[in-house]
């Protein structure tokens, strides 16, 4: 798997990281929390997303400035090669998820 580097929140150096896979999917890299599956992630790193679209995943707000995230363990070999993940970090795989807002106008015909 092929990764695209979208932006990067952090105070000290590469990560939190969010990426684009060439498999269509979102790949986060963030602070590990006591659940594999789960990160936690600073608020800022959504605004790397790609414009309308969204994480395809339910998202817990800490009330700290972070959220916590589930998704895939990272198991790729290519794309555990492209990052430079610390101790105390992991990433996650997530599908793209199609912004829906309300206020939305509807698409022409």
Known sequence: MRL?????DTKQGGSPALYLSDRGTYVIQGWRTDQSERIEIP???LGYLREDTCLGALLHDTGHGTFLLMGAPLTDQEALNQLEIPGHETAVEVPVGEEQRPDALPARR
Do not use: E
């Open 4 to 8: 695209q580097h979208l932006g990067t």
């Open 43 to 45: 608020h800022a790193l």
